[in-house]
């Protein structure tokens, strides 16, 4: 349940506008509204919700909710009055609706809340800013930057000369964007860094010589880039960050790395230089991936794996060094079974 200091109550909602905008089947009364969204157990008479575990089966049977998005499994269990949206897919349904009552929590917003350019930001007067950009105070913005209208820039983020950003973008608070060009409808949260040097060095007994990172960071349309993730510029080469491709919190990406489209990339993954990631590859959370490798599209890498040659399309790897899954498996369960038996045999012994 939101809180209204922070996300304004939405305008009531007609459950039959629900169903049409997500394509659900109604089953109930399309003429009541809602006007929240909120969890099962909590849900009250004008609230949205949705069922797709049968974890949560004894609170959907409970709920007092007005709507709720279920799959056609679940429907008879549904308490009296409560109108089903069924969907095979509840939860994508329910991020649809929820995105148009709380449109404010779908990016970040301003924090000064003035429009326009405010008094305090810094902005070179060689900059280019189409009609309809936000800066808030202390926000920076270099020579020849370019942002395209409907884009916000918070307040204390740098811009660095020549940085593209396109439309309809959000920049966080503290975040730095510098030797990038930013497609359309990216949002980059609080105190990401894009653009700033790779990890290059000649290593030698002699010490270790800095090797210039003249590449770029290109990251294309409808990406989203979590707090304090870094991403390196390229060395020689460019990093490229591919269309739709969501990365969670405390990320690194390095220098030349290739991400595909659609890609989910979760908190704590680092991705050594010059990896290539194919489309909707998912990395969980605290992966280590080597550099100089491909894992290939829709491959599934598990939390915490290892991840040191190639993977292959449609694998699903874990373990460190990471293996396909079944294997990884088979082999830990080997192991517990010759620690169990070990520990068997010297209890004999004694």
Known sequence: MSDPRFFAPPAPLAIADIAA???????????????G??????AGPGDLTFLDNKTYADAFRQTR?????????????APEGLAL???????????????????????????FEDEGIVPGAYIHPDARLEAGVHVDPGAVIGARAEIGSGTVVSA??????DVRIGRECAIGPNATVVHALIGNRVIVHT?????????????????????????????????????STCIDRGSTRDTIIGEGTKIDNLVQIAHN????????IVSHVGISGSTKLGDFVVIAGQAGVVGHIEIGDGAQVGAQAGVMNNVPAGAR??????QPVRDWLRETAFIRRLAKKGGADKGRES
């Not at 002699?206 to 707090?227: F, M, N, S, W, Y």
């Not at 790897?317 to 990471?322: I, T």
């Open 21 to 35: 905008l997500t394509g659900a089947e109604l089953r109930g009364d399309g003429a009541r509204t809602v006007s």
């Open 65 to 77: 909710a007005a709507a709720c998005f279920v799959t056609p499994e679940f429907t008879a269990g």
């Open 191 to 227: 105190g990401a860094r894009i653009g700033q040097d790779g990890f290059g060095f000649a290593m030698s007994p002699r010490g270790h010589l800095k090797v210039p990172q003249t590449g770029r960071v290109i990251v294309q349309d409808d990406v989203e880039i979590g707090a």
């Open 257 to 264: 790395v290739v991400i595909g489209r659609h890609c989910v």
């Open 156 to 161: 204390n983020a740098v811009i660095g000369p």
């Open 85 to 111: 949206l069924v969907s095979k897919d509840p939860y994508r349904a329910f991020a649809t609706a929820a995105g148009k009552l709380y449109p404010a929590a779908m990016r970040p917003g301003v924090i």
């Open 37 to 42: 969204t909120a969890p099962l157990e909590r």
């Open 317 to 322: 790897y874990g373990g460190s060094p990471a």
